[in-house]
């Protein structure tokens, strides 16, 4: 069974940071991404941030290239998200998965608010 227990988020203002963490049992990170999802009050989710393991490579949306950094710690299980100059419109639920896809298992979400 995949587990995903995610940490993080929270209230922020326009321009600061935040990093989001989630803890990853039973999944075989060589076999497909992982990554994150978020989704807006009254707007469907959207795949923000993906990572493979086997590829070696990142996957992020248009609207957070340059300000978020995906990352990952194999060896201890962490995927993380480091969310820098934040704009309300990064305000959302945001969401790890495994594998990095809409049939993937899902963390609970975790709450990102940015303040202008």
């Known amino acids: 069974e995949v587990q995903l227990v995610q940490s993080g988020g929270g209230l922020v203002q326009i321009g600061g940071s935040l990093r989001l963490s989630c803890k990853i049992s039973g999944f075989n990170f060589d076999d497909a991404a992982i990554g994150w999802f978020r989704q807006a009050p009254g707007k469907e989710r959207e795949g923000v941030s993906c990572?493979?393991?086997?590829?070696?490579?990142?996957y992020y949306r248009d609207s957070v290239e340059g300000r978020f950094t995906i990352s990952s710690d194999y060896a201890k299980n962490m995927l993380y998200l480091q969310m820098d100059s934040l704009k309300p419109e990064d305000t959302a639920v945001y969401y790890c998965?495994?594998?990095?896809?809409?049939?993937?298992?899902w963390g609970r979400g975790t709450q990102v608010t940015v303040s202008s």
């Open positions: 998965a495994a594998p990095c896809s809409w049939s993937g298992n």
């Open positions: 990572i493979s393991k086997s590829a070696g490579s990142t």
